[in-house]
């Protein structure tokens, strides 16, 4: 089973879209300077994509040019009896997708939020 991701970011006017298993378009995100991914996994799931689609250029992306992550906040403690945090590991590589690694021992499933913030030089 995949780690499921659910997505929340404003329409770019005053309206917030909560709960959304697909992910931010490029419209969408050009006019949101955060977008709140949460993120559920198993103990068996070992990575999640999180699509931010800020339509980073390849060099911006070798130059470390990327979203500030804020997190992960874990929300409502481990799953599924989980006793403990994963390591985990970013990979920026993907201009439009963060994908999370994770190192599967016993006690790491569980549910987090984490916060992709636009970087300030990219802001609209």
């Known amino acids: ?24 378009t490029a419209p ?5 300077q955060e977008i709140v991914a949460q993120v559920s996994w198993l103990l ?12 980073f250029t390849a060099s911006q992306a070798l130059n470390f040019f990327r979203p500030q992550v804020v997190g992960p906040v874990w929300i409502s403690g481990p799953l599924g009896g989980g006793t403990s945090s994963p390591f985990m ?30 970087p300030f030089s990219a802001s609209k």
């Open 44 to 55: 068996a799931d070992v990575s999640a994509l999180v699509t931010h689609n800020y339509g």
């Open 89 to 118: 590991s970013f990979d920026f590589t993907n201009t439009n997708v963060l994908t999370i690694r994770k190192l599967g021992v016993a006690g790491t499933e569980g549910t987090f939020v984490l916060y992709l913030r636009r």
């Open 28 to 32: 969408q995100t050009s006019q949101v």
């Open 1 to 24: 089973m995949a780690a499921i991701v659910t997505y929340s970011f404003g329409d770019g006017g005053t309206q917030p879209v909560f709960s959304s298993l697909t992910p931010p």
